[in-house]
């Protein structure tokens, strides 16, 4: 299973970007997806996930309410939009799939919890 993001870049703050990750080699829409970000000198963290069929999404406390997840099952994307960026949202940003919750509305939060990893792309917020 291969997962390619796309998206990021440099914006002001206050900006927006709408991040988009393409699944193949797999069965996208069993799995549950999930958004993470590492920023430099800290762990990769939790920012967002969707259950297999988007019946249930999950946030970060951080971007609850500024970032939307949502998926296209007949595409094979995931995407993540992202509004009211701030200078602490600058991190890669990773997109992930987990086969373990598929068939369920469980979202996991924790890395370990992934089995598949797209290669990251760099979202930097200026102030």
């Known amino acids: 299973v291969q997962l390619q993001a796309s998206g990021g870049g440099m914006v002001q703050a206050g900006g927006s970007l709408r991040l988009s990750c393409a699944v193949s080699?797999?069965?996208?829409?069993?799995?549950?997806m999930g958004w993470f970000r590492q920023a430099p000198g800290k762990e990769r963290e939790f920012v967002a996930g969707i259950s297999w069929n988007g019946g249930s999404e999950y946030y970060a406390d951080s971007v609850k309410g500024r970032f939307t997840i949502s998926r296209d099952n007949a595409k094979n994307r995931l995407f993540l939009r992202m509004n009211s960026l701030k200078p602490e949202d600058t991190a890669v940003y990773y997109c992930a799939a987990d086969r373990l919750f598929t068939g369920t509305q469980v979202i996991g939060m924790a890395p370990i919890a992934y089995d598949y990893w797209g290669q990251g792309t760099q979202v930097t917020v200026s102030s």
């Open positions: 080699g797999g069965t996208f829409s069993r799995y549950s």
